[in-house]
């Protein structure tokens, strides 16, 4: 078949999609392709060009399936630049003097790197960033200085924009010392409003890059030794730098196109109409090059846009440019920034929520229309994980309280769930809708994220949708009975690390506005899931007695009544014996309680004892026993901390190298009362042989000659699991505040119900992530945790001596509400080995028909 | 010590309405068992102040522990129903009718039905009143 000859002008990442486009949906073969590029590479992701300094090489920047290049169709020839364009006999000539004849001719040359006629911008050390050539240029000088100066390296870049950050974040990973000079009032001032960009440069300089705004070049001088030595700026300031890197915008790379007479643009770029096809009906222009309605956009979406519009049209279809697409995301030195829509508030009426946290380093705005329903825009730094929800539904009506998208999320992702319209855009790299992605799962049997990138490409180019991909495909599948959503309950769409954000960032106090505001129904009134754990929540958000108030409606059974309830209704108690350590004395009442009230005595795994049997009227008498000689609640009913089991230590173990026993009371006097998504168990050992078993607890410390190791993440049960270490030879203070935070971090982001084992296990990067958050501080909310833990042992009290003084709350406690001094008639037990144990239901109907079983209420007269 | 204040046990009146007790003896959103004729019972005051009774027996767990349950809703046909969940293996039960929403995939024990009785309630110048039947 006689195909017809399509030349691409430019090796980049939009003639590359272009292609790829092309070859997708030409099955006929009606087009070969020859694409000139005039870098010595294949088409590489220069989104990604920073990642060059973090290891990658330049091969796995390359875009898309290399076997694209293989196709018998597509020409591919590097390190040839075209130079000159003649129209009248269709032909393009190269450097290497080749000439190519086309039927049609695409532009897609991009853009340079803008440098402003500065004094002393051509000096040795002046470099833009730009191409994968510049950045090895820009590493290998900085790697040279850095060998020939004592100092570290001091790096400046002209330009605060996503360039500017992109390569002051590459200075930065190459461990020289960066500042950015912004010519206008705050960084990305095209993207973000002023408290964005404040918020930005707040956070930019946390991780050590300087930013100056305001701050104009007027000369670069040169160094005794040569190369760049110091900046002059307008406001007469001058900046010391040993390497320069020049950000101060692209220009699009018209000049082939001036030459061949095609119509250009007032401030560049080949002129073209919304099919992107330029003066000449048989040259188009694509990307960056391209002045399309007004305006050359240096973005990659668009471009893709553009590359899409021509692949279709050289098919005969009639796709048009759709406009560009200018919602930005992205990660700058670990920052995240987003803007989208209208970010400034431009619209008239246009309202603006503002979500600003500059202790957590978070700046969050949503544009909202007049009546504060319709999305129109808006600005994320610092956590930018709305972005992918929220900008889909640009221009549409946001369900329920708009402030639930501004509140920070836990460590899982997701949001407040959006039902998107099919028609949405998703992923606008690729320009693949909502219903495109539903479609994958529903009609080509997708099962995974992974599958359904590979079947519609969502995602596979910047990767800021993935998220929402995530949820789409995650939706779908539940829809097929595949696979259950991460919500809470029915009554909650948020799971329990995102609830638990929002309750904290919220500061809401009670259930009802819980519900109210983060529900999925304000009238719902929760179930036996979501209520202890808003409970739980509160507990360490909010401090209060268990039963305090609408509290007290939230608990369990367990934390209503302050004890264990047992298969026949009658409960258990656990006075907490700290580190297992107890005196005669309390040994002797805990006994005579026992005696008295006739209940069944085990020592508990935890190095305590569990007394059984007492009915819920006797729990307020046994208590006040208890209490009277010094117990108090051991929470043993709690997800909350159990024990902290010791073995006996260096004071009496010829073995111990530390005083276990010491350390164990006072971690279990610290955590006690403690409100977790599960039970936390700790262990002290005293040296290596680990009589504690502390490696099968959610915290163990194991004593060292020089300090205390600490593991994290084991517990005994179903999946028994061996703890992790987390930090070595640690001083007991040390210790002390990483336990803090490593216990608040995992109640701030684990699920319900999820002890610390599996909650490590599906923790982003694993222990090596954790130790950054508890020890290095990556996340920044180190401050924050101590200060939370610091308020849980100001305001500990202990709940049944509270109770206990409180009438109010002990009328809970009655049997029955119209007869509280008579016990529950059903209650029956037998003697078994010297105790009572319940009555099983053959003994019952045996007493019933008047047999001789000894059964009895738990007054116990078996005892007698 | 004492536990709280007594109410007078009530006349059994096994063929109309008992009184059982003052309704702010109730907390909100939490039940309470009641003694009444031998039945036990188990009164809900939801945040309402509308006060249900069901069955205080569990028929899962053979232990009369029904109004220590977690009060909440569900969303049944398009209402919103108001629950217990046994605080012993989590069945929820309609308190309107005392039907079972969920058994957890267990069966009751000795063949019981599933179901709860629900009782009749009002409240008469803040007395809650139960209609209970003869003796079961």
Known sequence: MNSRHLVVVGGGMVAQRLVEALRDRDTAGAWRITVLAEEPRRPYDRVALTSYFSGRKPEELELGDPALWDDPLVTLVRDDAVTAVDRATRTVTAASGRTYVYDHLVLATGSYAWVPPTEGADLPGVFVYRTVDDVAALRGYVEKLQQDLVRPVRGAVLGGGLLGLEAA????????QATVLQVGSHLMDTQLDLGGGEALRRLINTIGVGVRVNAMTVKIRPHRRGGVGRLDLADGGRVDADVVVVAAGVRPRDELARAAGLEVGPRGGVVVDDTCVSSDRDVSAVGEVACIQGACIGLVAPGYAMAEVTADRLLGGAAEFPGADTATKLKLAGVDVASFGDAFGRTEGALELVWADPVAGVYKKLVMSDDARTLLGGVLVGDASAYASLRPMLGRELPGDPAAFLLPEGGGGGLPDLELPDDAGVCSCNNVSAGTIRGAVTEHGCTDVGAVKACTKAGTSCGSCLPLVKKLVTTELSKQGITVSNALCEHFALSRAQLYDAVRISGVRSFTEVVERFGTRAEGRGCDICKPAVASILATTAPAHVLEGERAALQDTNDHVMANLQKDGSYSVVPRIPGGEVTPEGLIAIG???????????????????????RIDQLPVIWQRLVDAGFESGHAYGKSLRTVKSCVGSTWCRFGVQDSVALAVLLELRYRGLRSPHKLKMGV????????????KDVGVIATDKGWNVYVGGNGGFTPKHAVLLAEDLSTEDLIRTIDRFLLYYIRTADRLQRTAPWLEDLEGGVDALRGVVIDDTLGIAADLDAQMAQHVDTYEDEWR????????????????????????SLAYVPERGQARPATADERDAAL???????AGTTLEVRA | MTVSETPTLPELDQTGWQPVCAL???APERGAAALLGGHQVALFRLVDDRVLAVDQHDPFSDAFVISRGIVGSRWVDDVEVPTVASPMYKQVFDLTTGRCLDTVGKVPVRDLPADLRSFPVRVVEGVVEVDVP???
């Open chain 2, 134 to 136: 003869v003796a079961p």
């Open chain 1, 685 to 696: 050992s005293g040296c290596a042989r680990e009589c504690a078993e502390a490696r099968g």
């Open chain 1, 592 to 614: 005579e309680v026992a005696k008295d009230f006739g209940l069944y005595t085990k020592i508990t795994g935890g190095q305590r004892i569990d007394l059984f049997g007492a």
């Open chain 1, 169 to 176: 974040g590459a200075l930065h990973a190459l461990g020289a």
């Open chain 2, 24 to 26: 702010r003896h109730l």
């Open chain 1, 802 to 825: 509270a109770t206990l003084e409180d009438p109010e709350k002990l009328r809970r406690f009655a049997s029955f509400v119209n007869a509280p001094a008579t016990p529950d008639p």
């Open chain 1, 849 to 855: 028909r008047g047999e001789p079983v000894l059964v």
